[in-house]
């Protein structure tokens, strides 16, 4: 596609849901990256695929948190039973490889209620 | 550990005045150091980047940045400032050596006002 696409855009949730958010990187790009925004917290850093891998998942900040990459595109980011807490907007980026310019989607902004 | 200080989570300019966004980073190896803005309710863009070539790097919509070693910093600059360029600016630098421009340490950014 042209650019990095998220959906939903917003996602509004009561705590203790489980939410699935999802990431369609540009075509061929093969790194793809994940990040958390929010008021208190800033950027932050949540995990990184290098095709269907994840090789960094250092930021993920609970174990309620995962992330999969299916056939080196498509990323969905799965938060289990949500907390307050996880209300941030979560952004995807996208990159030809690790080497070269991450290109960042619009975000979803999740709101846990 | 890799870490960026953003100065100023607020600067307001006039139009037609020096836009100077300041950025300090500390880095156990050799920084990639990248500067990207956020329009309301956009995603991030990249405004320019150094990756250890020269060391005045100049990015889009006339902004510049100069990586200093001696002074550990790579602060934003535009001669001046358009209204257009009121939005949110984050600095980052990344996280390993040589490579990977996606696992990115960003600064708290700062928000940028342009007044008539």
């Known amino acids: 596609g042209a650019g990095v696409s998220q959906s939903p855009s917003n996602k509004v949730t009561e705590k203790g849901k489980d939410v699935e958010l999802r990431c369609d990187p540009i075509?061929?790009?093969?790194?793809l990256y994940w990040y958390r925004q929010s008021l208190g917290q800033g950027l932050e850093f949540l995990i990184y695929?290098?095709?269907?891998?994840?090789?960094?998942k250092s930021g993920l900040p609970s174990d309620r948190f995962s992330a999969e990459r299916t056939g080196g595109s498509v990323s969905t980011l799965t938060i289990q039973r949500t907390q307050q807490e996880d209300s941030a907007v979560y952004l995807c980026?996208?990159?030809?490889?690790?080497?070269?310019?991450?290109?960042f989607g619009q975000g979803t902004r999740l709101t846990v209620v | 550990a890799q870490s960026v200080t953003q100065l100023g989570s607020h600067v307001s300019v006039s139009e037609g005045a020096l836009v100077l966004l300041r950025c300090n980073y500390s880095?156990?190896?050799?920084?990639?150091l990248f500067w990207y803005v956020q329009y309301p309710n956009q995603g991030l863009q990249l405004l320019l980047k150094?990756?250890?070539?020269?060391?005045l790097v100049k990015g889009i919509n006339g902004f510049e940045a100069e990586f200093k070693k001696s002074e550990t910093s790579f602060h934003l600059t535009k001669p001046s400032a358009h209204m257009s360029d009121a939005a949110e600016y984050f600095c980052a630098v990344s996280m390993n050596y040589g490579g990977s421009q996606g696992n990115l340490i960003f600064g708290k950014g700062t928000k940028l006002s342009v007044k008539p």
């Open positions: 880095s156990s190896v050799p920084p990639y």
């Open positions: 695929f290098q095709g269907n891998s994840a090789p960094d």
């Open positions: 980026a996208s990159s030809l490889d690790a080497n070269t310019e991450a290109f």
């Open positions: 075509s061929g790009h093969t790194a």
């Open positions: 150094y990756t250890s070539a020269a060391t």
